[in-house]
């Protein structure tokens, strides 16, 4: 069993719809939970950082981590066509040289 | 804030020969940088996390021989490819984590070719 299992999709909505994308993970010792946007050919960029359990908005985007289910969502309210991408979860423990570990990525592509 | 440059974008360069990749965190220091490569449709994958003035710490089925990297300075680290062959043909990726905080932030990766 993989560390970090996220769905790759590819999951395609229309504009305007709201998109669910999640991770689930198996090592309890997770407490930093990231979400990534990565455009084809670029590095990927930070969305949205959260430590420990909890609810954390940024414009449209929401992450929600769930330390008890082990699971981490990231919800896009309106979606765009810009927000075709890849979207990475991420996750590490405590510790000065912690690595992070990836789940494959989810494939977006939203429907003007 | 929170900006990664790397340097050069695209590179094409004979097998045999060596390349060289900049990584450098334009607003803040980093203490800890790590160097990812990533192939097609893939995820990334850990080559290695240097922390600043210490050697890098590789992770398991990478060369150190092969991909040296120097973190010399709070702001600075370098990917080294040595003889490089076509197999090396990737997108390499670096990102940079300041002392204390949890969340990374990467450049906007090398892509490098080896004919």
């Known amino acids: 069993q993989k560390e970090v299992e996220q769905d790759p999709g590819p999951l395609s909505v229309p504009e305007g719809a709201i998109v669910s994308l999640n991770c689930t993970y198996s090592?309890?010792?997770?407490?930093?939970f990231m979400w990534y946007r990565q455009y084809s050919r670029k590095g990927p960029e930070l969305l949205m950082y959260?430590?420990s359990s909890g609810n954390k908005e940024d414009g449209r985007f929401t992450a929600q981590v769930d330390k008890s289910s082990k699971y981490i969502s990231l919800f896009i309210r309106d979606s765009q066509p810009s927000d075709s991408a890849t979207y990475l979860c991420?996750?590490?423990?405590?510790?000065?040289?912690?690595?992070?570990?990836w789940g494959l990525g989810t494939s977006l592509a939203v429907n003007p | 804030g929170a900006v990664v440059s790397q340097h050069p974008s695209r590179v094409i360069c004979k097998s045999g020969t060596s390349v060289k990749i900049e990584c450098r965190s334009l607003?803040?220091?980093?203490?800890?940088m790590f160097w990812y490569r990533q192939f097609p449709k893939q995820s990334l994958m850990l080559m290695a996390t240097?922390?600043?003035?210490?050697?890098?710490?590789?992770e398991q089925g990478v060369e150190k021989d092969k991909f040296l990297i120097n973190h010399a300075s709070l702001t600075l680290s370098t990917l080294t490819v040595t003889s490089a062959h076509p197999e090396d043909s990737s997108f390499y990726i670096c990102?940079?984590?300041?002392?204390?905080?949890?969340?990374?932030?990467f450049g906007p990766g090398t892509r490098l070719t080896v004919t």
């Open positions: 959260t430590y």
């Open positions: 240097s922390n600043e003035g210490s050697k890098a710490t590789y």
């Open positions: 607003d803040f220091q980093a203490t800890t």
């Open positions: 090592n309890s010792a997770f407490q930093y």
């Open positions: 991420a996750m590490s423990a405590a510790g000065n040289n912690r690595k992070l570990i």
């Open positions: 990102s940079a984590r300041q002392a204390g905080l949890g969340e990374q932030y």
